[in-house]
């Protein structure tokens, strides 16, 4: 029988870092003795190749629904049972004194030690080699305290113009066709999967050539140019690494959250997927809807136990409610899951997807003059001074009882905090601001009040007013709400907001508005100014700031610091009995 040439059409790559071996490459975790994993090694032109294949076998059962189900099926219910055995393959090439792996099959990337390999090699080959012309699919993520994923694609290959990336989004994948060829499309962002259609399929030395053409273009710098959301973020040194993990777990250990968030370093449906930090197959997992870094207080017993180590190896794995099962190919560490802020030496640093990166200074630059120059701080007037904002009640300070007594020292203004009105076709539970203030010179002042304690509280309230003015400016419904709770409202000023609140939407105009951002502090500590913001919460109030002046037109967004009486409450419990 006559022997044929063999090609594949998409093959998955990684880049391993410098000298790392293909014993190295090998996660210790993952077991290949016990998967009775097969190894081959041979040669292909000048590269020496290694190909490890092994099985994994699957077994489900009923999933919830279904057992849902039988609740009503008396004696004869339905019974699901499947085992599927799967085949994988680690395909390790080693050329130009690097080394490459190639993964097949699902559980394949698990076996690949992550620290071993190169973060970022599939983005940065892929912008490089495919330019921002001939662009497929990108997803990025906000660079806010709060990531968001954000993925588009669009129906032809368009230019990054076209896909309407913001300076607000760091660019985390990408998929594109390659300059002049249309039949090959590169996409990835650690990994790098290139896909080919048409004839011209990969063949064995097609295969090498690619690889060292890859390590060639991964070196290159062509993206810096053509791709603006990637470059504001740089590695870390390993000196600025190790010493930010010291800070980073100090922090954890005395349970400042204020500047920590937990989320899994990828796109992952809320809908499908909940999370768990074990994988215990004959015991109960406590499963988590979402993530949080309170949790990590019931991981790790007592703050000596949080090391980076630890960290490191501690891993939070998926939950499939379709299969109602924790998913022990699916987990990611929860040094991995963690992102955090930090300056040190007048740099600024982040720590996203268990790496750090230091924020470029042109773009910290940006954000600081912004805030400078643009951003409008003024002083409170003495009317509101030292309000007391304690609840005795609910043992806690609230910015509530701010907004009710600054109603009730100007009784012209309309207290919105807690109102409960509908945006479009939505729930009936927005606020729109905190207070409205028809001010003595014919101006309305929309304020948005919320007490000062950390980076995520201070981004909620930029965040928010810019969604309720955005909104307010555009929502038919929402201001035909806004309307009717003014006319039924005790303000006896009512007439006065009606009039200037027109029931059409084509007749308010934001210049007619100013929004007012009081973030309310103790006064017995010192003032804060607009500087002690957070960077990304800076970024968040600049992005927001943008917006509403120059596309919504208000006529000014002002910042004020307030001081108000607080008091610090403690709550004395009863340590449980030992068993």
Known sequence: MEAKDTEIGQITFFLAKEVITMDSIIDDEADLVGKKAQTYDFTVGDAHCRFIYFETLSARKNPPWLDFINEQLGDAPITF??????????????????????????????????????????????MNMCGNEEIRQTRSQSNTITPTHIDRQAARPSDSFVFGLSEAEDLRYISAHIK?????????????????????KLSWVKIVAQCQEFLERFGARDYIAL??????????????????????????????????????????????????????????NTIYSF?????????????????????????IYAYSAAEDRVLGYRHWSVYDCI??????????FILNDGRWVQVDPEFYRSIIEFIETRVQ?????????????????????????????????????????????????????????????????????????????????VNYLFSQAKFYCEAFLNDETFVAQIREFIENGPCAHRQAYLDYIKPEIENNHGRDYVLCLWLLYDKSKAAPTKGDIPL???????????????????HNIIIRFIPVKTTRYTQARKNKRAA
């Not at 954890?252 to 968030?261: F, T």
């Not at 309170?294 to 180590?309: A, H, M, N, Y």
């Open 536 to 554: 990304i919460a800076q970024y968040e109030l600049k992005l927001m700031h943008d917006h509403l002046r120059k596309v919504c037109k208000f």
């Open 81 to 126: 049972r499947s085992t599927s055995q799967n085949p994988n393959g680690l395909l390790l090439i080693s050329t130009a004194d690097r080394l490459f792996a190639a993964v097949f099959g699902r559980s394949a990337t698990s076996c690949l030690n992550r620290k071993m390999l190169e973060p970022d090699f599939g983005i940065k080959t892929a």
């Open 291 to 315: 993530l949080a870094p309170e949790q990590l207080e019931k991981v790790f017993k007592s703050p000596g136990d949080i090391t980076v180590e630890r960290l490191q190896n501690r891993r």
């Open 180 to 200: 002049g060829n249309r039949n090959t499309t590169l996409q990835g962002r650690d990994s790098l999967t290139v896909k080919v259609i048409g004839d011209e």
């Open 339 to 348: 992102v955090y802020e930090h300056e040190l030496d007048g740099r600024y």
């Open 227 to 284: 791709f603006p959301n990637y470059r504001n973020f740089q590695p870390a040194s390993d000196d600025d690494a190790n010493l930010l993990d010291e800070i980073l777990v100090a922090a954890l250990r005395a349970k400042d959250y204020g500047k920590i968030e937990l989320c899994i370093p990828e796109f992952l449906s809320e809908e499908h997927f909940s999370f768990s930090y074990s994988n215990k197959p004959e015991r109960e």
């Open 377 to 457: 701080e003024e002083a409170p007037e003495a009317w509101y001074l030292n309000i007391d904002i304690s609840d005795d009640v609910a043992k806690k300070n609230s910015e509530a009882i701010f907004n009710a007594k600054v109603v009730d020292l100007r009784p012209t203004c309309v207290l919105f905090d807690r109102a409960k009105l509908q945006i479009g076709a939505g729930r009936k539970d927005k606020e729109f601001c905190d207070v409205l203030d028809l001010q003595d010179d014919g101006m309305v002042r929309i304020i948005n009040a919320k007490q000062y304690k950390d980076a995520s509280s």
